[in-house]
């Protein structure tokens, strides 16, 4: 049997996810895109080895948690691979766990749903001084007190994923900010995102919050809608543990 014939699914992943995203600007990325698309979405958290659950307990020892200590974080993640182009893991979220609206600055980004159901809340920024609906310029809301930069945003979508759906998209200016809520139980997803977050080289990772008060009616505003946010510290109770990954091994 032909070696690429034996290799794993999550391997042909992350060997056309090379193959996509080393030349983002070359008249074969959309063929190389949607290759990967076609990949992606026939991964199953079984060829990961992994089984519905939240994030372990084990995932309290990893870096960057709260200042208690023994808690299970509300989000876990497996690393699986990573080069200059691309980074390639899993998120594990418990049920009922929010990872809050955040950017992913000058980034690709794919998100394919392994176990559970998750609502993604996807928007674009917007230029401060573009017209809006009316063909005017739009103000921002009065700040708050001791509120970060406020940003105009599309908020294009809000929709849930299951291991059913296509993988979820982004880009540098599609839906590149986006808030991801684990519903109904714990959910899974895989996560490549091209380039890596480097804060060195700008892509650093910012969280936001809608500058709106609730909806008047039952029913919330009708999406697309031009929005208001304001940037954000990460919110005290949302941090990311880490677990090892338990599936095949990726050699690139």
């Known amino acids: 049997m032909p070696r690429d014939n034996m290799a794993s699914l999550i391997q042909r992943v992350a060997r056309q996810a090379r193959i996509t995203f080393r030349s983002p600007a070359g008249p074969a990325f959309g063929e190389n895109l949607h290759r990967l698309q076609q990949l992606l979405d026939e991964v199953r958290a079984e060829d990961l080895h992994l089984a519905p659950?939240?994030?372990?307990?084990?995932?309290?020892?990893?870096?960057?948690?709260?200042?208690?200590?023994?808690?299970?974080?509300?989000?876990?993640?497996?690393?699986?691979?990573?080069?200059?182009?691309?980074?390639?893991?899993?998120?594990?979220?418990?049920?009922?766990?929010?990872?809050?609206?955040?950017?992913?600055?000058?980034?690709?980004?794919?998100?394919?749903?392994l176990y559970g159901t998750l609502r993604i809340a996807c928007m674009d920024t917007l230029p401060a001084g573009a017209a809006g609906a009316a063909g005017e310029a739009t103000a921002p809301p009065p700040p708050a007190a001791g509120s970060g930069p406020c940003l105009r945003a599309l908020f294009r979508s809000r929709q849930h994923?299951?291991?059913?759906?296509?993988?979820?998209?982004?880009?540098?200016h599609t839906d590149n900010l986006h808030q991801i809520d684990a519903v109904d139980g714990p959910a899974a997803f895989l996560?490549?995102?091209?380039?890596?977050?480097?804060?060195?080289h700008g892509r650093d990772c910012h969280y936001y919050r809608l500058l709106e008060g609730p909806p008047a009616g039952a029913e919330p505003p009708a999406l697309p809608r031009e929005v208001w946010l304001v940037e954000t510290p990460q919110a005290s109770d949302f941090w990311c543990g880490g677990e090892p990954y338990p599936g095949p091994r990726v050699c690139l």
């Open 53 to 113: 659950r939240g994030p372990s307990a084990a995932a309290a020892a990893a870096g960057g948690g709260p200042p208690w200590a023994g808690v299970v974080p509300p989000v876990s993640y497996m690393h699986i691979c990573e080069t200059e182009s691309f980074s390639m893991g899993v998120f594990l979220l418990r049920s009922g766990a929010c990872i809050p609206l955040h950017d992913h600055p000058g980034m690709n980004g794919m998100l394919k749903v």
């Open 191 to 200: 996560d490549i995102l091209a380039p890596p977050y480097d804060p060195q």
């Open 161 to 172: 994923y299951t291991p059913a759906s296509p993988p979820c998209l982004l880009s540098p």
